[in-house]
């Protein structure tokens, strides 16, 4: 018995004409063939049966018939003879057409299989390098031998179905027109696409008429000429007004320009309203001016060496190279608003950036479809195949919390990094491979060829808005100069560029085409080169005295924000009871038929019973206040973490899962009519990406609360590109503001070294000019203020949570409604109330921080303690200088100690040492600095053996309080 094929690799190579031959004979007869055949012919799913034909489904019997001619032996029985047997001739004929049909039929497996080859892997075989360095191996499965077709078989029409368009063609037809489809200046890669509709669609869409070509109006042509021109000019005109400056060209790479403008015009017509950019270094200048229109004499300003911004606006600043801007087109009466995310020189560090703030703007115009905000995203070569954090986005794509409906993805493929070379940097021919793990098309194009650059933009841009899913688009270019203009690349690829330096530009080739055709002269064509120029020269003179007037960054949806003022900051954040109670009561609500867990329906009846006393209300309680409070107010939160939907340890329960049929409950979504809407997401299991997306939120949202929360604080290592690069240094750096909530659970409990600390040491070092805050709080009380004073000032910062674990539960870690009333708010210090020594005896004031404050205060009463306060620091900072000299100064006789739980090395100590010092002085303390207690230093955060962790948190307690 045969043994039936296990892949569809099966269907290629030197099984082409057993298959075909086999497939030939069940066309004509099924029984004719052995039973496992049969059933491998007939189970073939759409890709697999794509090889052997589109034979399928109400077209199979129409196919067949075609295949075979009309003496189908199926269609009637031979006549017969004497005896009921058929006559000698009417059987010969019959043996004679069943052959003709059989020998037909596997012509039509053949020639089926040879397009199927094609469409997978005729872009193997495109001209897509403009320098044709490649030397790319000869492809024999593109070829008919491989098939099995020989020199005769050439001129020999075959039925195809309708395949590339073909009813019947010959064996030279179909070669000449799959090459022409998939083998040109353009590769395709799309047959790993597993949905049938978005795979027809693509095929359909390059194997019409025009042979995967457009026929542009000699209006169309024009228009990408004058694009390249601006492109091929900018940075011709730099490199002669500022030679060897640094600004990352796009020499090389000038079909970019036109095909962006494809992606805004086709997208405008199909109801693109907003484009979010994102994109490296190179061409970035190009684009801040040939797209997003910044004038010419602003960026020749700061090749001067003048800042971007007005002369009142403080910051860093950051090189050009870096800065965004944003600007509204108008194409045919639609106009497109366009806004270039600011990025650091991490590379593809920006791109979840970009679709945060995508995801963002969609639910701010309600765009539920995701057709009228869409992401573009730029990468080079090398940083598409190298970073990992591009499959992370990518991953992102199809999420239900990330979802933005697709991203058009430019690679601009120089062709090497650096200095380093694609086969030592990747494996793959392509470096788009990423891309294939969410299916995305992908269309290769040889940047000298702008017009099918613009050409596979416009198919790309039409499959984005008709799928929403991702699309890449590969312009396989050249770098004409080095990684920057004053690198001397033939170091290290001499042939490279030896050929780059007698290769013509992209303008240059389209000129000459143009010409050729008859649409352009090359008078015509200097007088509009020179006249570009001339312009350039003009804003150039201008660039001399050109002073901005105005920065951009509290405007639009920051209109009404300001910068943050320098007293207390503290917002009104507390508020009624009875508004307290309203929405207590609704989070321990259910739909009545509810299957609901017993264990958390316990949970809601004693927070039901906090409610009704307002009293001991826990952290995670205080937490859904915070939400629901602000939501009644209009104010939308979103929550996006691993697990955050019931907590990692537990406690937040706020999706409800019914038990018998897992529908879902969110308590507060159902608060009251009209509310703001919550939005808590399960994040995949990724830090860096995850984290972006949720900083590119909050920065195109500022009236909306965002968090981000790490599973445990230390998950926060894998995202520091994303803290020190944006959420540290955005402000100062772009002028972009963000109120990003980070939440680390941290607190030491014996659970070893990377599940004890969120390594708060980390964010205090990059802690200046006011850009971020850092708490380590107490209460649930304080925490609820602080996340709700995020929203109740007239500026935004990025507040980050050193998240209590173990004091999720604590008894004694809870808050009454007295301090959530309007006279309260966050205390960015705090003196333990119940405490009964008097200031003037008290000999040590122990300040701290966290959790260890319970360990302290535990401690303290069983030793029936009366000379020594505990004073928690609950902001480190911004560091609270008036209110820590307020609570020392009611201590003036006694020593400081700083105690941590944290390693010596870690923690706040080295940051809040010499403040604390400068605070003691100025208030002219006795005691003139703080002592250290805690554990030493250490390299690992914290010992992974409980019996030592115990032994060392008894240690620093006791330390901390002996005198």
């Given at each position: 018995?045969?043994?039936?094929?296990?892949?569809?690799?099966?269907?290629?190579?030197?099984?082409?004409?057993?298959?075909?031959?086999?497939?030939?004979?069940?066309?004509?007869?099924?029984?004719?063939?052995?039973?496992?055949?049969?059933?491998?012919?007939?189970?073939?799913?759409?890709?697999?049966?794509?090889?052997?034909?589109?034979?399928?489904?109400?077209?199979?019997?129409?196919?067949?018939?075609?295949?075979?001619?009309?003496?189908?032996?199926?269609?009637?029985?031979?006549?017969?003879?004497?005896?009921?047997?058929?006559?000698?001739?009417?059987?010969?004929?019959?043996?004679?057409?069943?052959?003709?049909?059989?020998?037909?039929?596997?012509?039509?497996?053949?020639?089926?299989?040879?397009?199927?080859?094609?469409?997978?892997?005729?872009?193997?075989?495109?001209?897509?390098?403009?320098?044709?360095?490649?030397?790319?191996?000869?492809?024999?499965?593109?070829?008919?031998?491989?098939?099995?077709?020989?020199?005769?078989?050439?001129?020999?029409?075959?039925?195809?179905?309708?395949?590339?368009?073909?009813?019947?063609?010959?064996?030279?037809?179909?070669?000449?027109?799959a090459r022409a489809i998939y083998s040109r200046t353009i590769g395709v890669e799309y047959m790993h696409i597993q949905d049938t509709e978005q795979r027809a669609w693509i095929q359909k869409r390059i194997e019409g008429e025009q042979e995967n070509t457009t026929d542009f109006t000699p209006r169309g042509k024009k228009a990408i000429y004058?694009?390249?021109?601006?492109?091929?000019?900018?940075?011709?005109?730099?490199?002669?007004?500022?030679?060897?400056?640094?600004?990352?060209?796009?020499?090389?790479?000038?079909?970019?320009?036109?095909?962006?403008?494809?992606?805004?015009?086709?997208?405008?017509?199909?109801?693109?309203?907003?484009?979010?950019?994102?994109?490296?270094?190179?061409?970035?200048?190009?684009?801040?001016?040939?797209?997003?229109?910044?004038?010419?004499?602003?960026?020749?300003?700061?090749?001067?060496?003048?800042?971007?911004?007005?002369?009142?606006?403080?910051?860093?600043?950051?090189?050009?190279?870096?800065?965004?801007?944003?600007?509204?087109?108008?194409?045919?009466?639609?106009?497109?608003?366009?806004?270039?995310?600011?990025?650091?020189?991490?590379?593809?560090?920006?791109?979840?950036?970009?679709?945060?703030?995508?995801?963002?703007?969609?639910?701010?115009?309600?765009?539920?479809?995701?057709?009228?905000?869409?992401?573009?995203?730029?990468?080079?070569?090398?940083?598409?195949?190298?970073?990992?954090?591009?499959?992370?986005?990518?991953?992102?794509?199809?999420?239900?919390?990330?979802?933005?409906?697709?991203?058009?993805?430019?690679?601009?493929?120089?062709?090497?990094?650096?200095?380093?070379?694609?086969?030592?940097?990747?494996?793959?021919?392509?470096?788009?491979?990423?891309?294939?793990?969410?299916?995305?098309?992908?269309?290769?194009?040889?940047?000298?060829?702008?017009?099918?650059?613009?050409?596979?933009?416009?198919?790309?841009?039409?499959?984005?808005?008709?799928?929403?899913?991702?699309?890449?688009?590969?312009?396989?270019?050249?770098?004409?100069?080095?990684?920057?203009?004053?690198?001397?690349?033939?170091?290290?690829?001499?042939?490279?560029?030896?050929?780059?330096?007698?290769?013509?530009?992209?303008?240059?080739?389209?000129?000459?085409?143009?010409?050729?055709?008859?649409?352009?002269?090359?008078?015509?064509?200097?007088?509009?080169?020179?006249?570009?120029?001339?312009?350039?020269?003009?804003?150039?003179?201008?660039?001399?005295?050109?002073?901005?007037?105005?920065?951009?960054?509290?405007?639009?949806?920051?209109?009404?924000?300001?910068?943050?003022?320098?007293?207390?900051?503290?917002?009104?954040?507390?508020?009624?009871?009875?508004?307290?109670?309203?929405?207590?009561?609704?989070?321990?609500?259910?739909?009545?038929?509810?299957?609901?867990?017993?264990?958390?329906?316990?949970?809601?009846?004693?927070?039901?019973?906090?409610?009704?006393?307002?009293?001991?209300?826990?952290?995670?309680?205080?937490?859904?206040?915070?939400?629901?409070?602000?939501?009644?107010?209009?104010?939308?939160?979103?929550?996006?973490?691993?697990?955050?939907?019931?907590?990692?340890?537990?406690?937040?329960?706020?999706?409800?899962?019914?038990?018998?049929?897992?529908?879902?409950?969110?308590?507060?979504?159902?608060?009251?009519?009209?509310?703001?809407?919550?939005?808590?997401?399960?994040?995949?299991?990724?830090?860096?990406?995850?984290?972006?997306?949720?900083?590119?939120?909050?920065?195109?949202?500022?009236?909306?609360?965002?968090?981000?929360?790490?599973?445990?604080?230390?998950?926060?290592?894998?995202?520091?590109?994303?803290?020190?690069?944006?959420?540290?240094?955005?402000?100062?750096?772009?002028?972009?503001?963000?109120?990003?909530?980070?939440?680390?659970?941290?607190?030491?409990?014996?659970?070893?070294?990377?599940?004890?600390?969120?390594?708060?040491?980390?964010?205090?070092?990059?802690?200046?000019?006011?850009?971020?805050?850092?708490?380590?709080?107490?209460?649930?009380?304080?925490?609820?203020?602080?996340?709700?004073?995020?929203?109740?000032?007239?500026?935004?910062?990025?507040?980050?949570?050193?998240?209590?674990?173990?004091?999720?539960?604590?008894?004694?870690?809870?808050?009454?409604?007295?301090?959530?009333?309007?006279?309260?708010?966050?205390?960015?210090?705090?003196?333990?109330?119940?405490?009964?020594?008097?200031?003037?005896?008290?000999?040590?004031?122990?300040?701290?921080?966290?959790?260890?404050?319970?360990?302290?205060?535990?401690?303290?009463?069983?030793?029936?303690?009366?000379?020594?306060?505990?004073?928690?620091?609950?902001?480190?900072?911004?560091?609270?200088?008036?209110?820590?000299?307020?609570?020392?100064?009611?201590f003036p006789n006694a020593e400081v100690v700083w105690c941590q739980e944290e390693p010596m090395n870690q923690g706040a100590w080295h940051f809040l040492d010499r403040r604390i010092e400068s605070a003691l002085i100025a208030m002219g303390h006795k005691s003139k600095r703080p002592v250290y207690v805690g554990r030493p230093d250490a390299?690992?955060?914290?010992?992974?053996?409980?019996?030592?962790?115990?032994?060392?948190?008894?240690?620093?307690?006791?330390?901390?309080?002996?005198?």
């Open positions: 018995m045969a043994t039936q094929p296990s892949s569809n690799s099966f269907l290629f190579g030197g099984n082409a004409t057993f298959i075909a031959e086999m497939f030939a004979r069940y066309i004509v007869d099924p029984s004719s063939v052995d039973e496992s055949w049969q059933g491998f012919f007939a189970g073939l799913d759409d890709d697999a049966r794509g090889v052997l034909g589109e034979l399928k489904g109400a077209s199979w019997a129409r196919s067949r018939s075609k295949i075979i001619g009309a003496e189908d032996p199926t269609a009637a029985a031979p006549a017969k003879g004497k005896g009921g047997k058929p006559a000698a001739n009417d059987a010969a004929k019959a043996e004679v057409s069943t052959e003709s049909a059989r020998q037909a039929a596997m012509d039509t497996a053949r020639a089926l299989m040879l397009i199927r080859a094609f469409r997978s892997r005729g872009h193997l075989a495109a001209t897509l390098d403009p320098l044709q360095l490649d030397a790319r191996k000869a492809h024999t499965e593109l070829e008919p031998e491989f098939f099995g077709f020989t020199a005769a078989d050439l001129d020999r029409p075959i039925f195809v179905n309708g395949a590339l368009g073909f009813e019947t063609a010959t064996v030279k037809e179909i070669v000449a027109r004058n694009r390249l021109i601006a492109a091929e000019g900018l940075e011709r005109f730099l490199d002669k007004k500022y030679t060897g400056t640094k600004r990352f060209g796009l020499d090389g790479g000038e079909s970019l320009i036109p095909a962006i403008e494809q992606v805004l015009k086709r997208g405008s017509q199909l109801g693109l309203r907003e484009v979010v950019l994102g994109m490296p270094h190179r061409g970035r200048l190009n684009i801040l001016t040939n797209v997003m229109l910044k004038p010419f004499k602003a960026l020749f300003s700061e090749f001067q060496g003048n800042s971007a911004a007005p002369d009142d606006v403080e910051g860093s600043g950051d090189v050009k190279y870096h800065l965004g801007t944003s600007a509204d087109r108008e194409f045919d009466g639609q106009f497109v608003h366009l806004s270039l995310t600011a990025n650091p020189s991490h590379l593809e560090a920006v791109d979840p950036v970009v679709l945060g703030k995508v995801r963002a703007k969609q639910n701010q115009k309600n765009d539920t479809d995701r057709t009228q905000v869409m992401a573009m995203l730029f990468h080079g070569d090398a940083a598409f195949a190298g970073q990992g954090l591009v499959p992370e986005t990518l991953a992102l794509a199809e999420l239900r919390g990330y979802r933005t409906g697709g991203t058009v993805h430019f690679i601009v493929n120089n062709q090497i990094g650096f200095t380093t070379a694609p086969s030592y940097s990747r494996f793959t021919p392509y470096p788009t491979d990423w891309a294939k793990g969410v299916q995305a098309p992908i269309f290769h194009v040889n940047g000298d060829d702008p017009e099918s650059v613009v050409h596979v933009t416009r198919i790309a841009t039409e499959f984005r808005m008709q799928f929403k899913r991702d699309v890449v688009i590969d312009i396989v270019c050249y770098r004409r100069h080095g990684h920057n203009e004053g690198d001397e690349p033939a170091f290290t690829q001499p042939l490279m560029y030896k050929k780059i330096a007698t290769h013509p530009t992209t303008r240059q080739i389209y000129e000459d085409r143009l010409i050729q055709e008859g649409h352009l002269t090359r008078e015509g064509a200097e007088q509009e080169v020179n006249a570009f120029f001339d312009d350039l020269e003009r804003e150039f003179e201008a660039s001399k005295s050109y002073k901005p007037n105005k920065a951009d960054w509290l405007e639009g949806s920051w209109s009404g924000l300001k910068r943050a003022p320098e007293d207390d900051r503290r917002g009104s954040t507390g508020l009624d009871p009875s508004i307290l109670r309203e929405v207590g009561y609704k989070l321990t609500e259910y739909p009545e038929g509810f299957n609901i867990n017993r264990k958390i329906q316990r949970q809601l009846e004693a927070k039901r019973q906090m409610f009704e006393t307002g009293k001991g209300l826990d952290w995670a309680t205080a937490e859904a206040l915070a939400f629901g409070t602000l939501m009644v107010e209009g104010v939308p939160v979103r929550l996006s973490g691993q697990d955050s939907g019931r907590g990692t340890f537990s406690q937040r329960h706020s999706v409800l899962i019914d038990q018998e049929n897992e529908t879902r409950f969110e308590p507060l979504n159902n608060i009251r009519p009209g509310q703001a809407r919550y939005e808590v997401i399960d994040s995949p299991l990724a830090e860096l990406s995850v984290l972006g997306f949720d900083y590119g939120y909050s920065l195109a949202d500022p009236h909306a609360l965002v968090l981000w929360e790490g599973q445990f604080g230390d998950f926060v290592n894998g995202a520091q590109v994303m803290i020190d690069q944006f959420i540290a240094s955005g402000e100062s750096k772009w002028l972009r503001m963000s109120g990003l909530v980070m939440l680390l659970p941290h607190g030491y409990e014996g659970q070893g070294p990377e599940h004890s600390s969120a390594r708060p040491e980390r964010f205090l070092q990059l802690c200046a000019e006011d850009n971020m805050q850092v708490v380590n709080i107490t209460t649930p009380a304080n925490y609820f203020h602080a996340l709700r004073r995020q929203i109740r000032r007239d500026f935004r910062k990025p507040l980050i949570v050193m998240a209590p674990k173990s004091l999720l539960r604590h008894k004694a870690a809870v808050s009454d409604f007295e301090d959530f009333v309007p006279s309260e708010t966050f205390h960015r210090v705090l003196r333990d109330r119940s405490s009964s020594v008097a200031g003037a005896d008290v000999k040590r004031v122990v300040l701290c921080t966290g959790k260890v404050y319970y360990d302290l205060a535990a401690e303290a009463e069983k030793r029936g303690l009366t000379d020594i306060a505990i004073s928690r620091v609950e902001q480190l900072y911004p560091f609270p200088h008036k209110p820590l000299t307020e609570e020392l100064s009611k390299a690992a955060p914290a010992t992974g053996l409980l019996k030592r962790h115990n032994q060392e948190q008894a240690a620093l307690v006791d330390a901390a309080l002996t005198l």
